[in-house]
């Protein structure tokens, strides 16, 4: 199901969990899921953890795409095909206008789809880091920014920032291939689900980039969710039936 905000332009984003559906958790390809070309893909992955990752992303952001677009029947997501970029970046081969993001983390997808431009969406685990870590992959303005916050608060903002960098290098379609400095995040904390976030981007180090993109986080007490975009726009959540016991979804 997908809500419309009238006035904005919107990011759809959709969320689950491994233990949804009892294929993805064996690593099994689910009837009726991939295309020929996204089995022979999937045959790739003999780490059984990546292919597990692998198949819950397209499984999520299948039904993403299914919702939003509805080009098939829920029962018929082999339709849509989800192909890959060689730098790894996934987009729909039959709808080259939308943007298509996935992140996986700790049996979880996040995935995001948009026609505004260019998306990004990152999942992360939040955990206390090193301060070696913020030191070596934050700027000098973002390690400045979390000095003087209360221990937790510090290890949400550090796996914030990270998660937006993640976020903004695959709205760019580059990923960790570039510096995480090129890239300084900065955001609010208010009492909304989704909060603001703003990356400023080092133009001089990545070419043709924007010299800004916009973006939105939230927690839970588990995770950190960051999505990130070269247009101002609002996320949308699309919610989708629970799975039958049986996998037919
Ligand atoms: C993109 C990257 C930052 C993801 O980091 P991560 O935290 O390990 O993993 P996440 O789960 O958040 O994201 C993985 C997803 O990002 C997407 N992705 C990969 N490379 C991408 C890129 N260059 N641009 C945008 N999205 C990308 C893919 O959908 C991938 O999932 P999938 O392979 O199951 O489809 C990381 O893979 C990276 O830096 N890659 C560098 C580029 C590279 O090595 N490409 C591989 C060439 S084949």
């Not at 419309?4 to 969990?17: A, F, K, N, P, R």
């Not at 290890?155 to 995480?180: F, M, N, R, Y």
């Not at 916009?214 to 999505?227: E, I």
Request: charged share 25%; proline share 5%; hydrophobic share 40%.
């Amino acid at each position: 199901m997908v809500s419309h905000l009238d006035g904005w332009l919107m990011i759809y984003w959709l969320t689950q969990t491994l233990s949804a559906h009892p294929d993805l958790a064996r690593a099994v390809m689910p009837p009726g899921l991939l295309s020929v070309s996204e089995q022979r893909r999937c045959e790739t992955f003999t780490v059984e953890k990546r292919r597990r990752d692998w198949l819950l992303g397209r499984w999520t952001a299948k039904h993403l795409a299914q919702a939003v677009l509805g080009s098939c029947a829920e029962s018929d997501l082999n339709e849509i095909e989800i192909a890959t970029n060689p730098n790894g970046a996934p987009y729909l081969a039959d709808y080259r206008d939308w943007s298509l993001s996935i992140s996986h983390s700790a049996d979880r997808a996040f995935c995001a789809l948009s026609d505004i431009g260019s998306i990004g969406v990152d999942i992360e685990r939040i955990e206390a880091r090193q301060v070696a870590f913020v030191e070596d992959f934050f700027t000098p303005a973002e390690q400045i920014r979390l000095t003087d916050l209360p221990e937790r608060q510090r290890h949400v903002a550090i796996t914030v920032i990270w998660s937006a960098k993640e976020s903004g290098l695959k709205t760019l379609q580059c990923g960790l291939t570039v510096d995480s400095r090129t890239m300084d995040c900065r955001f609010t904390w208010t009492e909304d689900q989704w909060k603001p976030l703003e990356i400023t981007v080092d133009t001089q180090r990545i070419a043709e980039a924007p010299n800004r993109l916009y973006g939105w986080w939230k927690a839970d007490a588990t995770f950190v969710y960051t999505l990130a975009a070269t247009k101002q726009a609002h996320p949308v959540e699309v919610t989708i039936p629970p799975i039958m016991n049986d996998g037919q979804n």
